[in-house]
């Protein structure tokens, strides 16, 4: 999708993640935002592990998010495991981290609706 907050293309995986990019578009706070912005690698009980998180935001107020969207009942322990570790690695780097699911789906419509007012064809100078 290419999103008001900066006129660039981000990419999704899922409805979910679609719906999150909007709200993350939709905030007035929010000055950009990327998708899939790093890979995360890890060794846990002998093994190597890796995960991508879905955004990362940039606020007005210089601070930044990493953000997961999965849905609360399709947590697994080896996802549970990988939002441990992007939370202890975004606390490293003094980023906040959030794990996020799903929307209420009035408000998805609602937003989605007002969100095309936000582009630039829909504005007059």
Known sequence: ????????HVGFE????GDRAMMLDFSSQVTGFASQPFRLL?????????????????????TAMVIDVRP???IGPDDAEAFAATAAACESAGWGYRRVGELDQVLV?????????????CGDD
Not at 1 to 8: I, K, Q
Request: cysteine-free; overall charge neutral.
């Open 42 to 62: 890890w060794s846990a009980e002998g093994r190597q592990r890796k995960h991508a998180p879905d955004f990362f935001a940039r606020f007005d107020d210089g």
């Open 72 to 74: 609360d009942g399709r």
């Open 14 to 17: 899922s409805w979910l993640e």
């Open 1 to 8: 999708m290419v999103v008001a907050t900066t006129g660039e």
């Open 109 to 121: 419509a609602n937003v989605r609706w007002l969100a095309g007012y936000r582009h630039p064809h």
